[in-house]
């Protein structure tokens, strides 16, 4: 996750770090320790490369009760070399550096090409890893260390601003703070001027706890309120509610429905279900999909909610996405090993929660959608949006450009550390998937993704989510009837001088929830 800064320069290489996706920026574990290890001959010869199956599972530090072996820090590096050579994406472009000389997590870091996009953006902003036992927790369950309070962080260095962008139902966070609150201590430690790194330490250790049961003191300022309050607040292992606020509004010209859809993950599958049908009970004549928070996910998940949008007459025979992996395997799935065909979209539940597998998901039939996005809307949540743009279903997007990851991985296990290298790219049933900076409302000033019709308009901290007259909601509903913008006041998020407009805000996440996930049995 983003943390905060006590520099310029650090704001600088932590922004960076976050649309990398990295290690360092995340937390995540990677073998080998810091610096690199001891020589040794390690038999490399450049452009020549053996089976990454033969290295897999050789550990410096096996892991009890699991398959791990006794192995070395250069098996393990071995192990990235080859699978990189034969799944990355990009794999040409990956320089061939003897693997004796890295530790591993460095070895991975220097694993990918250094290409950048039209927009001066780096091609592979999405590289990363993440400890083993961390990403089954999260991946399988939505749990994760923390108060349910979703900050963004609208300056990273001083004079810092952070704000809580949402909470999650039930948690710490929801029983003391709500949207727009403004954090101006933590532990006692000024955030918004703190200028050493131990103080800045102190803060990040506060706002984001790694574990259960860590107790933190929290100065806040609520909305339109001049005066502060503080409170104390316990870590928990949260279960993250992923879609939230589920409402109608009458209009002259029908029923609109919304709803917040903040992640891609297994727990919301029945609560996307459980929503359509009540929207679906409603009669709305039209949908706000709120997902400015949603970085990602399950493919699968965004794969339901886009069938459940359009309905079965406009998705039937089409094509959801169609994976394209390296020249290697034009006509094989190289993971899978499954002929590469159209992924359809899904009419039926894929059992991660509620209904079992198999079970007919209810449809919208919607010609067209709004969705509210950000730069922090991305990877499979932009799959919904392409896939949708492909079947012909008209998507008006309001407020900023999003993050543009039209590539995904499936995530792959050795020796405790799951790794993550972009191994595929997905295009719709147009054959269109080239938005690596992202898609633009019409209107956007100097926008440089793919151009969607609707306005840019900034995120308003000053209003619920959910309320009508919030910033991007109000926005919606006046195109609706009147589909005029205002002056652009949105932001596009990845540019040549800034990889993240701060005014936009940072919606820190943990890699899980900022990319396109697919299982081993697709």
Known sequence: MLRLASSLSTSRRLTLALA????????????????????VSSGWVAGVFQPSAGFAAKCAAPRPGTNDLQGTTLNENNWLRSWTNELYLWYRE??????????????????????ITASGAAKDKFHFTYSTADWIALSQSGVQAGYGAQWALLAATPPRELVVAYTDPGTPGAANLARGAEVLMVDNVDLVNAPDQASVDILNAGLFPTA????????????????????????????STPVQNVT???????TVGYMLFNDHIATAEGQLIDAVNTLKTAGINDLV?????NGGGYLDIANEVAYMIAGATATSGRTFELLQFNDKYPATNPVTGAPITPTMFHTTSQGFSGPAAGQALPTLN?????VLTSGNTCSASESIMNSLIGIGVEVIQIGSTTCGKPYGFYPADNCGTTYFSIQFRGINDMGNGEYTDGFSPAN?????????????????????LGDPNEGRLAAALSYRSNPVCGPATGFAPFTKTSMLSMAEGVVPKSPMLENRIMRQSQ
Do not use: E, W
């Open 289 to 293: 999909l709120d997902i400015r928070y």
């Open 248 to 254: 109608t509004f009458a209009t002259g010209s029908g």
């Open 366 to 370: 919607l010609p067209r959608v709004f």
């Open 444 to 464: 956007t000033t100097s926008a440089i993704g793919v151009t969607v019709p609707g306005c840019s308009v900034a995120d308003d901290f000053t209003h619920a």
């Open 212 to 239: 259960a049961g860590q107790t933190h003191s929290f100065q806040v300022r609520d909305l339109g309120q001049t005066t502060t309050r503080t409170i104390s607040m316990t870590s928990a292992n949260v279960t």
């Open 20 to 39: 990398l996706a990295s290690l360092a920026a995340c937390g995540g574990g990677g073998g080998g320790g810091g610096g690199p290890p001891p020589v």
């Open 94 to 115: 990956v320089p061939d550096q003897d693997p004796s000389l890295f530790s591993t997590s460095a070895y991975f870091k220097a694993l990918k090409t250094s290409a």
